[in-house]
């Protein structure tokens, strides 16, 4: 099998397809990861695009998969898994709900009901909690939490897909940081593969050569040509179909999946002394103009930051259409989140256009299947479903072994 790219999908691609042949996976860079892959900074482990958190910590798809190839990378899973900051005071879940009138925790109880046994309505998630709340505050709460577990806001989100990935949450738990960070995952299949039946070699694929609609292999910009009839592509579904030869797909799938949406986000990185979060977990800050989510990594690794410091990671959806304001409303809300604390500001970066947060947002994702016979997509524009993420990408790669019966 060839894969193309060699960020968490094409890696755990490899990983499995090497079980049962031998594998070429070509990567366009000198480093494996793609957006999951650590960056050093004045003494900080950053990242390529995630926070170092894997969605559904050590029980999750992930996890399996990771388990399953002999990938010795280590998941500590988040306690609590978040916490809501709400005028100025910490609240669990549970401590939150407590204290909301009857009616409401009557509803909450209902909706979790519904998301765990049954498919879900039509229409937006904004819609349903509009539907089920009055007060705005709820919508408030499900916008942080979609938007740092997928990038979106609830008017983005199909409430059917908001039921599937409760439903993991149920089946797999929450989550949880790799020790290395996303380096520490990435490193543990890079041994995989080195140990099995893999090639890795550093070149872009330009195209995949198609004969009498199947594929025979594909030609890298050195114009080198390696056959083989299965491959993976790990690159994103758009730029798949620009590796293909005018004409080999119709126009009108062609057309459909350039309209897909990506997800775009930025991620503030604080470098801090004093702990801003005490625990492991997710703080949603309720009520802020942009930051969704914040998580201290340290708190479970502490070699992601110098010592004695901590690295806090904050993620927001891309609002407006001004990327240095998106940022600035960011650290406002980070400043108002924490009053009187003192932090740096390490780097922001955003995530969009050829660089998104997800290449498919959540919802949109297409097959494994690509309409060409031998080639398959992987990756994050092909998350099985519910699957936040790399969790996302995870259930992916299982379908496609299910599929290729590897
Ligand atoms: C701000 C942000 C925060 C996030 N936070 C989290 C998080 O905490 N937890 C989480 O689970 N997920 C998170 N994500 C999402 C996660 O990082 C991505 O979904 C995931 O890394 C994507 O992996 P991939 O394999 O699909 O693609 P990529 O990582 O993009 O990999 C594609 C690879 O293909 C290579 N390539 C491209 N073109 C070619 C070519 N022509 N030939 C050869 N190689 C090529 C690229 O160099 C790259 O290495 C976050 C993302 C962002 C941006």
């Not at 900080?44 to 399953?68: C, D, F, K, N, W």
């Not at 702990?275 to 942009?290: K, Q, T």
């Not at 500001?345 to 297409?366: E, I, K, T």
Request: glycine share 12%; aromatic share 6%.
């Amino acid at each position: 099998m060839i894969v193309i790219g060699g960020g968490l999908g094409g890696l755990l691609t490899a990983a499995i397809a090497a079980k049962s042949g031998h594998v070429i996976l070509f990567e366009r860079s000198s480093n494996l990861g793609g957006r999951f892959r650590n960056i050093p900074f004045k003494g900080y482990a950053l990242t390529t695009g995630a926070l170092h958190m894997v969605p559904h910590g050590s029980e999750g798809p992930l996890a399996q998969i990771l388990a399953e190839v002999g990938a010795k990378c280590t998941i500590v899973n988040s306690s609590p898994w978040g916490t809501f900051l709400l005028d100025g005071k910490e609240h669990r879940f549970t401590n939150l709900r407590h204290q909301l009138p009857f009616l409401d925790k009557m509803r909450i109880s209902k909706l979790i009901t519904e998301m765990r046994f049954t498919k879900g309505p039509s229409g937006s998630v904004e819609d349903l909690i509009k539907d089920r709340f009055n007060e705005t505050i709820y919508l408030e709460v499900v916008r942080c939490i979609l938007g740092w577990a997928v990038s979106c806001h609830p008017s983005d989100v199909q409430a059917k897909d908001l039921y599937s990935i409760v439903r993991n949450i149920f089946n797999y738990g929450g989550p949880g940081v790799p020790i290395g960070g996303c380096s520490g995952v990435i490193r543990s299949l890079e041994d995989v593969l080195l140990g099995q039946n893999v090639s890795i070699v550093q070149k872009e694929v330009k195209k995949i050569v198609v004969d009498d609609g199947k594929a025979i292999g594909v030609e890298t910009t050195d114009g080198d040509f390696y056959p083989d009839e299965t491959i993976g592509s790990d690159v994103g579904i758009k730029k798949t179909v620009g590796m293909c030869r005018d004409g080999v797909l119709e126009a009108e799938y062609v057309r459909g999946i350039m309209n897909i949406l990506e997800s775009r986000g930025i991620k503030i990185n604080i470098a801090v002394s004093e702990p801003l979060i005490h625990h492991s977990g997710v703080l949603f800050p309720i009520g802020a103009a942009r930051v969704e989510g914040m998580n201290q990594v340290t708190n479970i690794d502490p070699s992601l930051a110098p010592q004695g410091k901590h690295l806090v990671m904050c993620h927001q959806t891309i609002m407006g259409h001004s990327i240095r304001k998106e940022i600035k409303k960011g650290i406002t809300d980070i400043e108002e989140a924490f009053p009187k604390k003192d932090f740096e500001v390490l780097c922001a970066q955003s995530y969009f256009g050829m660089n998104p947060v997800n290449r498919a947002a959540h919802g949109l994702d297409v097959s494994q299947q690509f309409p060409i016979d031998g080639v398959y997509i992987v990756g994050d524009s092909a998350k099985g479903e519910g699957g936040i993420e790399v969790e996302g990408i995870a259930l992916g790669v299982m379908k496609l072994r299910s599929l290729l019966d590897i």
